[in-house]
């Protein structure tokens, strides 16, 4: 088994994008610092890339789908193009199974990818992304922000990777660091 992954997926708000809570203006997408670069390393080796982002403001009327589409294609001219995109328009009550932390979004985007969620490593910035990888089997890598929990990036470390920012995170993930550490 090589360690390098053949996907890595991400969080889009706060982690790929700066956040802005149910961002449907495709004109506010700003990358967050060091993403492009380390996006086009990824591309560079062969992994591909996938996008899966919880997108309650859909189930809460605040966007539609489309905006949240138009944002995707506003991330793409920014940053490239992904290899797939999971999109959860359900609501936290809505009990459907791919919102994370829920795995479903993880284990279709392996699909989709042809791949198993274990050849996956997940980047995210809170503990949701961490809990949905690990209930898929993938192996992740929290990236913290201010919103992150203390108690999110505690649990991180004990069963996880923890990574200052993006372009390190990437780093781990290409240097195989997240699967050695996930493997049983």
Known sequence: MSARPAAVLFDRDATLIDDIPYLGDPALVRPVAGAAEALASLRSAGVALGVVSNQSGIARGLITLDQVHAVGAAIEERLGRFDTWQICPHGPDDGCPCRKPA????????RH???RPGDCVMIGDIGTDVAAAQ???CPAI???????RPAEIEHAHATALV???LSTAVALALSG???KEFAP
């Open 135 to 137: 209930a898929a089997g």
């Open 142 to 148: 929290l990236v913290p922000t201010p919103a992150t």
């Open 177 to 179: 660091a997240a699967r």
């Open 163 to 165: 990574a200052d920012d």
């Open 113 to 115: 990818l042809g791949v």
């Open 103 to 110: 795995p479903a979004m993880i284990v279709r985007a392996a």
